[in-house]
């Protein structure tokens, strides 16, 4: 441990025996975005609140907020849970701030116990405040308890008391107060997903995979249906024929990953990682395209690329490896071509409106924001609540012939009549894209302070049955029937197709496993007491609204069932309900800004003009504030425009852009977004 | 194109029009395995016989075969396909040796044409000649008339001259003659597979990836009966955890890729690409596992790895990436994981053995070739008749304690009475995989000089109903009539859930269309002429043996199905027939050499002594020959131990082992193998 050795140059010496407990903590404070963070650790009494208001005052910075696993990594190369005082050391000198409380700077010969996942150790408070000046690390004595009695929550207090209310194992940051912090506790402790030593990566974990498993089979089955075939090329990619195509690739160069050595040997060419397909699989198209009779070509595959980006990670959002599935398709025709894009565009609102129960608007990407070397991009656009952006859903591209022109791939004309006069035909391409990210979304929209709320049709277990009200009163036999009775329960709802299980561990309490099944965000809770034993019925209750039912056993195979689809049915309608009341149309720049900030997306009349897009996004940037970090930019980023809205509202004869004073040509929608 | 500058160096021009048409191959001569091949380039007129035993004999090498496509790309940096005269160059003075057919050298002023996928150059005679002299390398012209009429094919004439009559788009290259060769040519123009620009990948086309989907349903069904879940892991592994358990990261380090630049960034460390998942995935099962209650840990994964062997790849048998399963699983006891490695291994014998039509043995494999760190490997083991060689099929893994020790997977014991007196268990773990190897023992098992022969379980296309029976003398209603007849039977089949589709293709001849269902191994052909409409009854051929059959109408929906299932049964029978006929008991070390050099397993009584292991490897390798590559090894190569079958002979007292003078201890099989 590394404080041991710190603790030796100091002849200091850690004590034996338990002390105190204690806790440390790393919070960030907000930051400009141009300058490095600052973290400021917070050693006190583990039973002491560490007020955030007294922290920011005490190490003079703005809103700490509790730091997530990348920046303690980045700091002290441990995850939060292994981090201690053992981990601070001379070389962060100047780079952080620890704010101690001073019940331990004072407790001289009192001794202290510093626990984390990496191990414990015992020491005295003066060896703790020699070890720490010894370090040359700013340290800043804090008295926890003149903290106020009630911190001033500003967006949501009650909300914010509740979750701080919260049992050990459940949530304790609030969704509206802390986001970013919520949203990773929330897949955590949810069990969806784990922190990975590689920085930007992470594991999916079975809960989350079984979204996408479903998501799999409902999309194979539907692209089948089109003639679509599944292939697998490979994750390589020659540096030669990466950089093919110009346009497209300096989209995705800065994030390629290359590998340069196999075993101990250099490579004689470094080889790239796939961050997309398009040039690993148009040279084949090429060879294995002749003639029309060989067209359409449809093919698609489920994979990882890899796009190593140097923003910010965030899980399922912005990922280094992330698995997505990547169809490329070569049609005669621009007709085919399209119609295609726009039935694997439905096929993507199914995913989100079916499977997921989030809401989208469907589109087509203005210029600046379409696919890099393509012709154009429609999109499904969703809508986060919580931070009031707008999120790119799924992608479906017609490359229109560009590629084709690029990889020659080319048929012969076998008919004039049809198909125009030139004697060699150029195909048509599209390209469609659906990442893991959708799961993402799927936790933003549905999830509160209690966990993790999913969806019944992708959640991988749908209900979970829990024997209830056995006391120490409860006769043996009422036991035995109150067991049997949960187990066949379980047993005939398994059998009925439904995905259910039992929670049937003995050391704990009804109580705690509701919790822990709101948690993991099961949507259906079945309680089986002796009540129920007694009625010949369960108690069911809803996980995405509370709500209580009661289905007589001999219902169990259809109503429960029905109950699921009813959960699913209401996730979306009220998905959809605060979307719709999200998405404001504005006619005039003045309500532009102001709709932003009170967290809508704004669909606006607009000229088209690429540079008018880029003046509104420089616009609607709060100027007034400091810049942050991209990763938790809402409230001061500028509005991207999102998409083109489909479903156009009427235009009035003579609307003028809501920015610039050029006729408008079409409602586009904009949002600061992720 | 590379000639023109070599011809402007040259002050030689290139002629327009064009001349008469030339071919332009690339041999490979048998070669000392710790020799550089000199690959022999053959130059001759297009409808010149290229006969090999002239060409050996000209070039003085021994049995030249075509070069397969890695040994074109490594010489000439292009595909077998673009390859021609154009790729010829100083450079490779010494390294090639190039045979002219005398009429080209001769052909002072006539012009001949160049042609390859790259483009087309025609030369005068005199050009030619004076191109490859000034290239340096040594040109030996040949009088290809010269030939023996009738080139004596060793083990097979009948077999080697019917697949030299095979059509252009067939397979050109006898089975048992030329077996890599003739396996190259199946894949690709039977298109399950591509060779791909970066050496050791492979590019799984439709009909491949459909064999791996119908596997991952099958046994995802039933692994999730058996509680194992989904997950998906990050593909990269940072050196520090990559190498934390010692014996385990031995056997990998050779191949391990790496990452060491993201963009323009070189990384701080270098990331590995996992090569398998242990030491990716066990940090995490130490952090998850926390208690008994959260044993069984049952996880798998569907994913791609990475091994960068330097070896000769082969496609599905050994590429630098290839997809797999991996099971990772942590128990409370020996027991537990014991029976859950030999239900695994049941699961792989019928992937093999139900899916796939391929008989299996299975067992246990040696100190020698169990997996490095692991407590013993079980395995299924395959046979190819072709080579003769031995296969391992899949392997299932008891770890045993080794990696929970070294990962500290580890819970308090909460039943002494029951796990003995230990305060803490380290777990018992378990990991198994089965990769698209097993697409490509399929494909050696059953195919022919046709083309690929595929069973109907796991085939893309079940079914193809060919139209039959029109010509000029068709009357208009006629033809019509069965047209429709087709399209019905093919519905027909659909709706039965047979996966069939028609060739109405209009340009192609139905005796066309029969080989190319034949070369892409579709295992029912129906057939449907004017006799069939007149019968209402389809003729049915099966790809396997070429059995007619004739089925009525009305009964398509339940006969063809029972006919592809007949299909099934008789391609396992057939393979499991062969195979019981190659894997011999013998007991002496004198037929086992014997056996060995006849194309069998041995099966033989063994000491069960590591160094006595070694000793039959050595000894039975055929010391007389030369060594070759190990590609090519099969008729020399050592006997490995390939598994201690669960299935032994009955051993009579006083058994020795085949070998040396110990007591046998029990029945290994050994085998050349790949």
Known sequence: MAIESALAALSLQASTGTGLPTKTLVFKPKTAKTATPVPVVVIALAETATNTKLIATAAGVKEPRLANEDLVQEFFGVTAKQFSIANIDASLKDQIKVVVDENILKGESEIFTFASESGALSLEGKTVAAFLAATGVEVIPVDFSAAPVAPAAKPAPKAASAALDAKLIGVTVDKFLDFPGWYSQILTKGEMLDYYDVSGCYIMRPSSYAVWERIQEWFNVRIKKMGVSNVYFPMFVSSKVLEREKDHIEGFAPEVAWVTRAGNSELDEPIAIRPTSETVMYPYYSKWIQSHRDLPLKLNQWNSVVRWEFKHPQPFLRTREFLWQEGHTVHMTFGEANAEV??????????????????????????????????????????????????????????GQNFSKMFNIVVENPDTEKYGEDEKLFAWQNSWGL???????????????????????????????????????????????????????????????????????????????????????????????????????????????????????????????????????????????????????????????????????????????????????????????????????????????LCIPFAQPEMKEGTKCVKCEEKAKLYCMFGRSY
């Open 435 to 641: 990442s893991t990210r959708v799961i993402g979304v799927m936790v933003m929209v549905h999830s509160d302070n209690k966990g993790l709320v999913v969806p019944p049709r992708v959640s991988k277990d749908q209900v979970v049955v829990i024997p209830c009200g056995i006391t120490a009163k409860t006769t043996k036999e009422e036991e035995a029937a109150i067991m049997a009775g949960a187990r066949a329960v379980e047993t005939r709802l398994r059998e009925a197709n439904v995905r259910a299980f039992g929670d049937y561990r003995e050391i704990y309490s009804p109580g705690w496993k509701f919790s822990d099944a709101e948690l993991k965000g099961v949507p259906l809770r079945i309680e089986f007491g002796p009540k129920d034993l007694a009625s010949a019925s369960v108690t069911c209750v809803r996980r995405n609204d509370g709500q209580k039912e009661t289905v007589a056993l001999a219902d169990l195979e259809t109503a429960i069932p029905a109950l699921l689809e009813d959960i699913q049915a209401t996730m979306l309608a009220k998905a959809r309900k605060t979307f719709d009341e999200h998405r404001v149309t504005v006619e005039n720049w003045a309500d532009f800004v102001k709709e932003l900030n009170n967290k809508n997306l704004v669909v606006a009349p607009w000229c088209g003009i690429m540079e008018c897009e880029e003046d509104i996004k420089d616009s609607s940037a709060r100027n007034g504030e400091e810049e942050e970090e991209v990763d938790e930019k809402a409230p001061s980023m500028g509005a991207k425009s």
């Open 342 to 399: 726009m039935q694997i565009l439905d096929l993507y609102a199914g995913i989100y409106e079916e499977l997921l129960a989030v809401p989208v608007v469907k589109g087509i990407k203005t210029e600046k924001e379409k696919f890099a070397g393509g012709y154009f991009t429609t999109t499904v656009e969703g809508y986060i609540p919580a931070t009031g952006r707008g999120i790119q859903g799924a992608t479906s591209h017609c490359l």
